[in-house]
């Protein structure tokens, strides 16, 4: 069984630009929430998806987006990076089918610096 | 909109009981986990309760009480390894059942 993944585990950018994540979710779980978590602060809830589609989403903006694809990895996009966007951004998979959806998987997370 | 509360601090010595507590303010509670996170790791989950109570696994125990909006987390016998910062997180129906996390408190464990 292969846990949950993230890439790049590092990453610089500027500010303005657009970031990729990326996540594989752990096997046979169809459902991955993305969160973002400042130094010395807890994860923030950034949004869900389930079954490529969006199912949830924290107090974020536009800005934020993600997709979901039919092997269930998943994707958050970032645009127009500012300085406070810089943090670990973790994602967690679950099995949204019917196993315990209360536990959630987590990767090790990208962590993002924007200069 | 949602608040969860935690000492942001906790010093215990090896061997020792300690008590992590969490109180919360949410419209659409579901349900409260914890999370244990190591330095530079991933959250790993530890437990859950949706129903007031105590559940045990192992030297961990949670208890949540729905009506005083309060739970804690309860680590026995104490190890270095348990060094850590633990998060509570509310599962709630606003966000579509998904969890919010409270800031989290950093246990260090003392020889």
């Known amino acids: 069984e292969t846990g949950v993944t993230q890439s790049p585990t590092h990453l610089i950018k500027t500010r303005g630009q657009q970031v990729t994540l990326r996540c594989s979710s752990q096997s046979g779980h169809n459902t991955v929430s993305w969160y973002q978590q400042a130094l010395g602060q807890g994860p923030q809830f950034i949004f869900q998806y389930y079954r490529e589609e969006e199912n949830g989403r924290g107090n974020f903006p536009p800005r934020f987006s993600g997709l979901q694809f039919p092997n269930y990895s998943s994707e958050l996009n970032v645009n127009a990076l500012e300085l406070d966007d810089s943090a670990l951004y973790l994602c967690?998979?679950?099995?949204?089918?019917?196993?315990?959806?209360?536990?959630?998987?987590f990767g090790p997370g990208t962590r993002l610096t924007v200069l | 909109g949602q608040s969860l509360e935690q000492p942001s601090e906790v010093t215990a010595v090896e061997g020792a009981i300690v008590q992590i507590n969490c109180t919360y303010q949410?419209?659409?509670?579901?349900?409260l986990s914890w999370y244990q996170q190591h330095d530079g790791g991933a959250p790993t989950f530890l437990s859950y309760?949706?129903?007031?109570g105590l559940e045990e696994t192992g030297r961990f125990s949670s208890f949540l009480s729905r009506s005083d909006s309060y739970g804690y987390l309860l680590l026995q016998e104490l190890q270095m390894k348990d060094s850590a910062s633990y998060f509570c997180?509310?599962?709630?129906?606003?966000?579509?059942?998904?969890?919010?996390f409270g800031p989290g408190t950093r246990l260090s464990v003392l020889p």
């Open positions: 967690a998979s679950v099995d949204g089918g019917g196993g315990s959806y209360n536990e959630q998987f």
């Open positions: 949410t419209s659409g509670f579901y349900g």
């Open positions: 997180a509310v599962r709630d129906l606003d966000y579509g059942q998904n969890f919010v």
């Open positions: 309760n949706a129903l007031d």
